[in-house]
């Protein structure tokens, strides 16, 4: 038995054990908690499980019924949160989806002008958590501040409200996923179709209809989001799944009656997802082999003001949050007793900040520590999982089930999910440690999405050449596949922390006494008002955020050019 194989045989019981502890068994503690079978195991155990209290279940049903009754027009509970997040996810594709192909077929295949400022601005801004874009657009045109940034009544209210705020926040994730599957057209067939039909005949026949799978992608990515979310529809009181999940786990009712609020998105989006994966691999591999350089379309004398004119709109509306918290933020002074308002400054602007600097060190250093090591485990697993998968099914359909799992299931799901897990370890539960599974959970899908194109294509010569030299599978990894692959992994753990910063519907339910995330720190702010106070904290949050943003996109960039060499 060689050592070789040893070492091959430990990672592969490791990446199990570590892919178990994070995806897989809080999902099947969630359904032994739906059917009976843990708590009857907690009370075999000794442990006493989390009952409501009799306030809290005379609140959430004054009866004490299950959570499936029909509501005033005649719909059960359920009939109607599944009414109400399919509006708000169809309102935001059919908001988002549109800008965003127009905006990907610009960046992406003409020369418009300052296309690569547009990118870097887009790139920025898919790092921007929802607390912080719930802070700035609401505080600014919504109801969660006292003063409007235009002086009207409030704009971004109700389900439009939520799906306007959803939209934004994944404009430059549309961009990018579909913005790659446009730019990956094979150019042959676009020079066959320009023969009989013109340019913009050709991107509707052949260009969009050769990257249906990444628009579709795309399309999945805004559901999983939007449905997934309970951090604006929960300020604007949307009653979606995802926020009645949250409600519902919050105030401690039972996993019986919230199964039923959290099992429907889960299934629905968790086989939308396999199916999305399975369609775009079957694209994939149907692709003709090409080498020619993608087509870029000219826009003759139209390339800049349409340039110009891209960049004024899609660069202030993704630089809005920075506009409306500075101005929140540099707005001081008012004394509401003789009836005089705040007026900005920028003294006032640095005072706030100096302020929000000191009250945010200790919540900002908590998430950055254990937010890089729930990054350092997603991209590990996800490391793992795409070299094992490279060559084997099973690992590849264990790596399809953990994206699926961790993307369709809602924030607040994953979070009560590891709380019922670990609920009969009280050293985990009680402890640091379930943030970095919560965080791990969320980040996970996209480190595989970043380095799984990576290992996937990694060039065989370089592993059959490393096998004549006497190398095994694991000598082949340590010495060939991990030196070329630091720069991927960089850009994977960059974005993995960012994230994990972020996130709050899982967070906020499984952090420990004595530690408050900086995402949590945020969201009990927004609740007391968009106030300079808050804008302040926000705007330093946002600071941090940019910056590992920036250096992911600086990383990715990197690993793309490896990739090419």
């Known amino acids: ?54 306030d809290v279940s005379s609140a959430l049903d004054p009866a004490g019924t299950s959570s499936v009754i029909a509501d005033d027009r005649g719909l059960s509970r359920p009939a109607r949160l599944a009414i109400e997040t399919t509006r708000l996810v169809l309102a935001t594709e059919a908001m988002v989806m549109p800008a965003g192909v127009l905006l ?140 009645e999940a949250y409600v519902q786990f919050i105030l401690g009712r039972g996993l019986a009656d919230a199964a039923v609020v959290a099992l429907p998105p889960l299934i629905v989006l968790g086989v939308g997802i396999i199916l999305a994966s399975r369609a775009f691999g079957r694209l994939e591999a149907s692709r003709l082999a090409s080498t020619a350089e993608t087509r870029i ?43 005089r308002p705040p007026e900005w400054s920028l003294s006032g602007l640095i005072g706030t900040l100096h302020l929000a600097a000191g009250e945010i060190r200790d919540p900002l250093a908590s998430s ?27 690992w590849r359909w264990a790596m399809l089930a953990a994206m699926s799992i961790a993307l369709a299931t809602p924030g607040p799901v994953a979070g009560r999910a590891l709380m019922l897990a670990y609920i009969g370890f009280p050293n985990l539960y009680d402890s640091s440690w379930m943030l970095v599974l919560a965080q791990a959970m969320r980040a996970i899908p ?52 960012a994230l994990a910063i972020g996130e709050l519907p899982a967070t906020r339910q499984v952090y420990p006494p004595g530690i408050e995330p900086m995402s949590v720190f945020l969201w009990g702010l927004l609740h007391t008002g968009v106030e300079s106070h808050l804008a302040g904290v926000a705007l330093l949050m946002l600071a941090a955020i940019i910056t590992m943003g920036l250096a992911a996109a600086l990383a990715i960039r990197w690993a793309r050019a490896a990739d090419l060499r």
Request: positive net charge; without cysteine; hydrophobic residues 60%.
């Open 368 to 394: 950055l520590l254990w937010g890089s090591i729930a990054a350092t485990l997603a991209t590990a697993m996800a490391f793992g999982l795409a070299w094992t998968g490279r060559t084997s099914r099973p």
């Open 297 to 339: 379309w000219g826009l003759g004398r139209w390339r800049v003001p349409v340039g110009l004119t891209f960049l004024l709109l899609v660069g202030n509306a993704m630089a809005f949050p920075l506009y409306a918290l500075m101005w929140r933020a540099g707005r001081v002074g008012g004394r509401a007793m003789i009836g």
């Open 104 to 243: 990907a077929m610009l960046l992406f295949r003409t020369d418009i002008w300052g296309r690569r400022a547009l990118l870097a601005v887009l790139a920025l801004s898919a790092f921007v958590p929802m607390p912080l874009h719930a802070a700035a657009w609401l505080g600014a045109l919504g109801n969660a501040g006292r003063m409007q940034a235009l002086g009207l009544n409030p704009i971004l209210v109700g389900p439009f409200g939520a799906a306007v705020v959803h939209a934004i926040a994944a404009l430059p994730w549309v961009v990018l996923v579909a913005g790659v599957g446009i730019s990956a057209v094979e150019p042959e067939l676009e020079e066959l179709a320009l023969l009989e039909f013109g340019p913009i005949r050709v991107t509707a026949r052949v260009t969009l209809r050769r990257a249906i799978g990444a628009l579709a992608a795309a399309a999945v990515a805004v559901a999983v989001l939007t449905a997934g979310d309970m951090t604006v529809t929960d300020l604007l009181q949307v009653r979606t799944y995802a926020e």
């Open 1 to 54: 038995m060689s050592r070789g194989w040893v070492w091959g045989w430990i990672g592969r019981v490791l990446l199990a054990g570590s892919l178990t502890a994070v995806v897989f068994w809080p999902a099947i503690a969630t359904v032994m908690e739906a059917t009976g079978v843990n708590a009857a195991l907690v009370r075999w155990r000794g442990i006493e499980s989390e009952e409501p209290s009799s």
């Open 446 to 497: 996209y480190a595989i999405l970043i380095v799984w194109p990576f290992v996937r294509m990694f060039p065989q010569d370089h592993l059959d050449a490393a096998a004549l030299d006497g190398y095994g599978p694991a000598g082949q990894l340590t010495r060939v596949v991990l030196p070329s692959s630091g720069k991927a992994l960089v850009a994977s753990w960059m974005v993995s922390i």
